[in-house]
């Protein structure tokens, strides 16, 4: 809206210099005549603990657009393990003051609306969906503004829905930080549309026009310093933003207590935001989506060689299966966005190189491979960007496996013609490999490039065993150790790449009757995992212990298995291949870091506090509030500067400091998440868990899994017929232990926490309060029957608490 903002800069309003709610500033907190406060507004409700709880729901409305935002930044998985924190946490938020059980008791309606389109923003998430992200997130917070209604009035909500659509605004500084200036524009403008459609619009219009204007000159100054890329302008729009909504708090609250407990909620959820960024600082989506179209130029060159070894049949299956994977990755439409001509050049060749292969035209197959891969060195390029090169480094890995696997088999022409084209490559500086190398260490450039590289093509023409041998060793140890340099992240990457292709070639000797050697490719691929892979395998560990164990103990192992026991490799290879991928979108998802300026968020709530008029008035309700509130604020602070986002202290402290300056300080929950001053949710006595529940995991329990606030863990558990399972409860409100009735392998009884026989039987049970897993009970089964058992957590399904136990002979 150019009229407003031009009018701002006509009677002179900084919109930047509205620290609302500050005495010191040009701009004093406007309170309305009485008259203002009743009118349109309903009854004024008593301000209280239930005021501050109103003020915490804000917190939870807040952090639901941190996972929106990140997702459309870019990290869509970051986005939804925010989502699950925020669904961790409310599970948490027990007593009568929590989060949690006053929604309950407030509003059914809301608290159950809540909890399901929460679940929603996660799931979402976690699918890539951003827009359905937001959807959803936009329903979790009316679900949460219709029990801040209830309990702090009319007015009070106005003064809470403002607060809130400014820490909404104060996202775009979150995407502009890493880059993501779009994202940034988008979440101005969706901040605007639900700024006019909202009820506080025509509100804050009346009680403060200074206010109004100033926020939605932001707003828009946010829109058009995103559209120059300035990310110094986007921050400073994106905190006038939040100053503006501030400013607009105090004028509309019919009691200044509700503004302050309000911007002491914007002041945590600040601290969230800073979180945020952090799990923001990793390489990005796109680098996975890279790291996927990276894995398709090794399996092409696959193909190739073995259609020239006259396996024509199983190279065309592969290619066939490239495309198909392709077109239902997530890298598909990111490759069409990021370069739509490469992407229709890769699609072209690989339908001409499945035509060459079919009619065996050795020079259609060579042509086909450099037109397939050369789209897919541009796409790459344009989605990892910096980062390319490490990508660059697996594939280098992966080719130089080809070559010594080319040799063995006395191919020496054609395994020093792989090493010669690499060296071309690099000299080339394709994806600028040779140039970052160069840069990361001259005395790794210098060991690859000169003495073992150009030694590599030659030991292969002279058929010299030892110097291969050397040579080989040289290249791969130069290359992991230029790998070892970068972050684990990016190290997942270049290692799945390298990884999977060692699978797929374990498929194409054993396609021409090698299985020895089979075996010894799959063994290698284990091999470089187990010695850590640059921080590759512990980064996995750390990231989804899960999806590690399938990684390494079920797909990884199942490749040399296969080969072993006279299996189908290239099936295993397929499988280990689509959990290399997982593996790298998980660690890309939760990968982290402090370069994103999260401290300078942190710092700046700081700021803002110390100038702001919740300051002296929290200072005068509760001094030791006030001292834990800026003592927590400071660890936090020193906590993002070492690398260590750790908000929760600050939060509990944030939380308690809101109750204080309602004037009820006694009634603050305690405990991070605000349950039990254990730390630890009440539990509801009137459940009952029924057969199989037991106090305590008993000893002779073959495997155990922990029922965390929303999670199993593990999430997938394999076990032999005949092994006694434990499920035990270790956070969060009480579980069920449910299998899905359809879900279950031909002759197998049905079970659940309960001793129901049908899953419906269960569920109607849970409704009476009955198959619940408390804390420190468990409950116990034994597997029979063998096949794939799938199972949920009734009361956190929303959430996405679901788990499998795959049962062997």
Request: negative net charge; aromatic residues 8%.
């Amino acid at each position: 809206m150019p009229e407003r903002r031009d009018l701002l800069k006509t009677v002179g309003v900084a919109a930047s210099g509205l620290l609302a709610g500050c005495p010191g500033t040009n701009s004093t907190p406007k309170q309305r005549s009485t008259d203002d406060k009743e009118s349109g507004g309903g009854q004024q409700a008593a301000v209280g603990p239930t005021t501050a709880v109103a003020a915490e729901w804000n917190v939870y409305r807040s952090r639901l657009f941190d996972a929106v935002a990140l997702g459309r930044a870019g990290f869509p998985g970051a986005g939804a393990s925010v989502a699950q924190s925020v669904f961790a946490r409310f599970e948490g938020a027990n007593g009568e003051y929590g989060a949690h059980e006053r929604l309950e008791s407030t509003s059914e309606s809301a608290y159950g609306g809540f909890e399901d389109r929460l679940g929603a923003v996660q799931s979402a998430l976690a699918e890539g969906d951003v827009e359905g992200a937001t959807d959803a997130a936009s329903d979790a917070a009316d679900s949460l503004q219709t029990a801040q209604q209830a309990t702090a009035g009319q007015g009070g909500a106005r003064a809470l829905d403002i607060l809130w659509l400014g820490s909404r605004a104060a996202n775009a500084e979150l995407a502009a930080r890493v880059g993501a200036f779009g994202a940034a524009s988008s979440i101005a403008e969706s901040t605007m549309i639900a700024f006019e459609d909202g009820l506080v619009y025509g509100a804050l219009e009346s009680s403060d026009s200074e206010a109004y204007e100033a926020f939605e000159g932001a707003l828009d100054d946010i829109g058009a310093a995103a559209g120059s890329e300035d990310a110094g302008g986007v921050t400073e729009q994106a905190r006038a933003a939040l100053d503006a909504a501030v400013q607009g708090a105090y004028s509309l609250a019919p009691d200044e207590r509700i503004a302050h407990a309000g911007h002491l909620a914007a002041m945590q959820a600040r601290g969230w935001d800073a979180a945020a960024l952090t799990a923001a600082g990793g390489p990005g989506t796109d680098y996975a989506h890279a790291a996927t179209l990276n894995t398709y130029r090794t399996r092409v060159y696959d193909a190739a060689w073995l259609a020239r070894r006259g396996e024509t049949d199983t190279a065309a299956t592969m290619i066939e299966d490239v495309f198909a994977h392709f077109e239902g990755a997530a890298a598909h439409d990111a490759f069409e966005a990021a370069d739509g001509e490469a992407y229709e050049g890769f699609e072209s060749g690989l339908s001409d190189l499945t035509t060459a292969i079919e009619n065996g035209d050795s020079e259609g197959i060579e042509r086909a491979v450099e037109t397939v891969d050369s789209n897919l060195v541009t796409g790459v390029e344009a989605l990892a960007g910096e980062s390319a090169p490490v990508l660059q480094s697996g594939f280098f890995k992966a080719r130089f496996a080809d070559a010594r696997e080319l040799y063995r088999q006395d191919e020496n022409a054609q395994a020093a013609a792989v090493a010669e084209a690499l060296f071309a490559r690099f000299e080339n500086d394709e994806l600028g490999f040779h140039e970052t190398l160069e840069g990361a260490s001259e005395d790794l450039y210098h060991a690859f490039e000169e003495e073992h590289l150009a030694g590599l093509q030659t030991a292969y023409e002279e058929g010299d065993d030892d110097a291969v041998a050397t040579h080989h060793e040289g290249v791969r140890s130069a290359l992991l150790s230029f790998e070892e340099t970068t972050s684990p992240a990016l190290a997942s990457g270049s290692g799945a790449t390298y990884m999977q292709a060692l699978a797929f070639d374990a498929a194409a000797v054993d396609a021409l009757g090698a299985d020895s050697r089979a075996a010894d490719r799959g063994r290698q691929a284990l091999s470089f995992f187990e010695s850590g892979a640059a921080g590759y395998h512990e980064a996995l560990e750390d990231a989804d212990e899960a999806l590690y164990g399938r990684f390494e103990d079920e797909a990884l192992a199942g490749v040399v298995s296969a080969a072993e026991n006279d299996g189908d490799v290239y099936a295993a290879a397929k499988t280990f291949y689509a959990a290399a991928l997982d593996s790298v979108s998980t660690i890309v998802a939760a990968s982290g870091g402090s370069d994103t300026g999260a401290p300078a968020v942190a710092s700046d709530v700081f700021a803002t506090f110390e100038e702001a008029a919740v300051h002296d008035a929290l200072e005068s309700a509760d001094a030791a509030a006030y001292e834990s509130f800026e003592s927590a604020l400071n660890s936090y602070i020193e906590g993002l500067e070492a690398g260590e986002a750790n908000p929760a202290a600050f939060a509990a402290a944030t939380r308690t400091a809101q109750f204080a300056v309602v004037g009820a300080s006694d009634a603050a929950p305690s405990g991070a998440a605000g349950g039990t001053s254990e730390g630890k949710p009440e539990t509801e006595t009137s459940l009952s868990g029924g057969p199989n529940v037991v106090e305590g995991v008993p000893e002779d329990a073959d495997h155990v899994v922990d029922m965390t606030a929303v999670a199993y863990d593990p999430e997938n558990l394999t076990v032999s017929v005949g092994d006694k399972v434990a499920w035990t409860h270790v956070g969060g409100e009480p579980h069920s232990v449910t299998a899905y009735e359809e879900e279950l392998p031909d002759g197998a009884t049905y079970w659940a926490s309960g001793g129901f026989e049908s899953e419906s039987a269960a569920r109607e049970g849970w409704e009476n309060g009955e198959g619940a897993v408390q804390s420190g009970q468990s409950y116990v089964h034994t597997f029979e029957t063998v096949g794939e058992h799938g199972y949920v957590c009734i009361p956190h399904e929303a959430a996405g608490m679901e788990g499998t136990v795959v049962v062997e002979e």
